[in-house]
């Protein structure tokens, strides 16, 4: 997964092993077109493969840009899990939530991390679209309210006349509405000021927002590495708050996992292989992300890391029922949910949008600890 500050870097590679890296591309790669997807600069997959008719060629998507939780995606590719599953995986980061399920609809991609509750919505507006989850990653999701004590908020209902700020297309202020309504909060009563994620811990940090909407760990560790101080910090996880929907999960372009159903599962058999790795030793997880991104803090980003591990991870459903699986009877729930504030088309089931197919044997996604 390729990021502009390692572009220079990467065109001085080679390409081996399955790594993202171009030498002898370098030239090729500056003539050709690059283009421009989710504002960032990319250059076409295809360049940076190493072609062999022995192993198959995955293109993946993140939903986000690379930060301490993506390191459960590098870490399989810098360990040769993917390559020794026989698979030659590029990807790209991206910027809303929607982009990687637009990106396996158009056929660009064939696998991603998407958000399963943004999926779920696009796929009730679209039932033919060629994609499902094969795992899910966040057994509960990272939407999360971070507000501060020093703004007199403490608790939900506080928010009322309060000016919260969000990202347009975040994740968190999607899932605004349902919390709201959870926690009794009326709407009309607070103010959604849309503003860029770079800004939103600046801002609610010097006081012009009273809180914001995002991922728990983007904004409580970027609002602590601004110097507030932690007790000063409050943290609403969406899901400590009534909410019982999932989180992220791998998702495949169905057509591609028809056609390449072992690709697939084999992708997924190297992913738990790199989680479990993670799990049992975030620091040198977290090493894959600072070697790409020259910007990264490695204490900020294992601290992400950790707490994806802690809070969205590692549940108590998890520990019960092993990693990547859904519980139906909980899904067919998160589903109910959504519909207070959502109008579905159809009646939807889990086997809509989760394929468990893919997973590896119960005994292999049990946690090791």
Same mark, same amino acid.
């Given at each position: ?16 092993? /399955? ?11 500056? *003539? ?13 997959? &295809? ?24 390191? @459960? ?16 995986? *590029? ?11 637009? &990106? ?121 590495? &601004? ?44 992913? @738990?292989?790199? @989680?479990?790795? *993670? ?22 980003? @294992? ?18 029922? /092993? ?47």
């Amino acid at each position: 997964m390729r990021f502009p500050a390692q572009l220079t870097r990467a065109l001085a590679g080679s390409v081996s092993g /399955g790594r993202w890296h171009v030498r002898g591309l370098a030239c090729a790669a500056l *003539t050709l077109a690059p283009f421009v997807a989710a504002g960032l600069l990319v250059i076409a997959p &295809r360049l940076l493969l190493a072609q062999s008719s022995a192993h198959s060629s995955i293109r993946f998507s993140l939903d986000v840009r690379a930060e301490g939780p993506e390191s @459960l995606f590098f870490l399989p590719q810098d360990n040769g899990y993917f390559r020794a599953e026989g698979l030659d995986v *590029t990807g790209d980061d991206a910027v809303a939530p929607l982009d990687p399920i637009m &990106r396996l609809v158009s056929g660009g991609y064939d696998m991603g991390f998407a958000d399963i509750n943004a999926l779920i919505r696009y796929r009730d507006q679209h039932p033919a679209a060629p994609i499902k989850a094969v795992f899910m990653v966040y057994n509960k999701p990272p939407y999360a309210v971070v507000t501060r004590k020093s703004r007199g908020i403490s608790e939900p209902k506080q928010l009322e006349n309060k000016k919260l700020g969000a990202s347009a297309n975040g994740a968190a202020l999607a899932q605004w509405p349902l919390f709201a309504k959870l926690n009794h909060i009326e709407l009309a009563k607070v103010s959604i000021e849309t503003i860029g994620i770079p800004v939103r811990a600046p801002m609610l940090a010097a006081g012009q927002i009273d809180a914001a909407l995002g991922a728990s760990f983007q904004l409580y560790v970027d609002l602590k590495d &601004r110097g507030v101080p932690v007790e000063d910090i409050v943290l609403m996880l969406m899901a400590n708050y009534g909410l019982t929907l999932y989180g992220s999960a791998i998702v495949a372009n169905s057509k591609f996992a028809t056609e390449k159903p072992e690709a697939v599962r084999a992708f997924v058999r190297a992913f @738990l292989k790199g @989680l479990k790795d *993670t799990i049992r030793h975030p620091a040198e997880a977290v090493e894959t992300i600072v070697k790409r991104n020259d910007l990264a803090k490695k204490d900020v980003e @294992l601290e992400r890391l950790r707490m994806a591990i802690r809070d969205n991870i590692i549940t108590p459903e998890v520990k019960a029922n /092993g990693l990547g699986g859904i519980d139906p009877a909980r899904f067919e729930q998160a589903i109910e949910q959504i519909g207070l504030v959502y109008t579905f088309k159809a009646k939807r089931k889990p086997e809509d949008f989760f394929d468990p197919s893919f997973l590896p044997p119960l005994a292999e996604r049990k946690l090791d600890r």
